[in-house]
């Protein structure tokens, strides 16, 4: 290919790629502005007038639909997060300082249950579940989370402990300190490029998540914002701005949680690959 063709080629293919992944936040922010009405005569129209009818009406709904997945989708994404932080950051510094054969095993089976889908392994855990007591609960939905996503953040933890030099342990054991102190006040602050990384993936996963709250949780237990979007679309009668208004306020949370924790994303990711 010439210079001269991948000069224009280049920008009309990056246009053509940043066009379609934003028509549908295209299409969310402007249909959350107008009745609902109106989006299904124009839904890629702009909100002439703009309006938040849909907004007031996601926060006034009679059952709480919104209210009630936020608050569960926090709970169970805060408790899930910090968890898999703190066992995948003990658990990728034990195997990255390991040089045994069966540390790199164990990691090479962890990392195997990513390659599971989630969807084929729901039906024994939902018995594993039901058998002690945890299934409709938000702890249950938690162990769920955790069992699944550890693996990827002991990948993450484990590439990035490579490249925190030894020396640094070393000089902490000759001044007295165990293995347990060492890493928790010498090791585990300079992860914090690696703990940003993880909880911003695990986060926004377990955040999105839909098929395991609707199973796991179910109607008992209340609803999550990603379940509560799909509940607000009945059988019979669908108000789409709600629907829509939903969707960005869903999306709130992650944006704010993103921009938090954005300036130690980057180098959390490059991180574990500078060092073998």
């Known amino acids: 290919m010439s210079k001269q063709t991948s000069g224009w080629l280049r920008p009309m293919v990056a246009t053509f790629v940043t066009a379609v992944f934003f028509l549908p936040l295209y299409l969310v922010l402007v249909n959350v502005f107008k009745p609902g009405s109106k989006i ?101 939905l938690v162990l769920v989370n955790v069992g699944y996503y550890v693996p990827f953040g002991v990948f993450v933890f484990a590439g990035f402990v490579k490249t925190i030099p030894v020396e640094l342990e070393q000089a902490a054991a000759i001044d007295g300190a165990g293995r347990m102190r060492t890493f928790w006040q010498v090791v585990f602050p300079l992860l914090r490029p690696a703990s940003a990384s993880v909880l911003i993936f695990l986060g926004v996963w377990i955040w999105n998540d839909f098929l395991n709250p609707l199973i796991i949780l179910g109607p008992a237990e209340g609803t999550t914002v990603t379940v509560g979007i799909y509940r607000a679309m009945g059988e019979h009668q669908q108000d789409y701005g709600q629907v829509f208004a939903l969707m960005f306020l869903a999306t709130l949370p992650v944006l704010v949680f993103y921009l938090a924790f954005q300036k130690h994303f980057v180098k959390g990711l490059t991180a574990g690959a500078s060092k073998g």
């Not at 996601?58 to 709480?64: A, E, G, L, Q, Y």
């Not at 066992?87 to 089976?109: D, E």
């Not at 989630?118 to 702890?139: C, D, K, N, Q, Y």
């Open 40 to 140: 299904v005569d124009s839904p890629v129209g702009l909100p002439i007038p703009p309006t938040l009818d849909s907004v007031k009406q996601v926060f006034t709904r009679s059952d709480h639909l919104f209210w009630y997945g936020l608050i569960n989708s926090v709970e169970v994404t805060a408790v899930s997060i910090t968890v898999l932080t703190v066992l995948s950051a003990m658990c990728g510094y034990f195997l990255a300082r390991s040089q045994g054969l069966g540390a790199r095993i164990m990691l090479v089976v962890m990392l195997a249950g990513l390659m599971i889908p989630p969807a084929v392994i729901i039906a024994p855990i939902t018995e594993v579940l039901r058998s002690f007591g945890l299934m409709s609960t938000v702890m249950g």
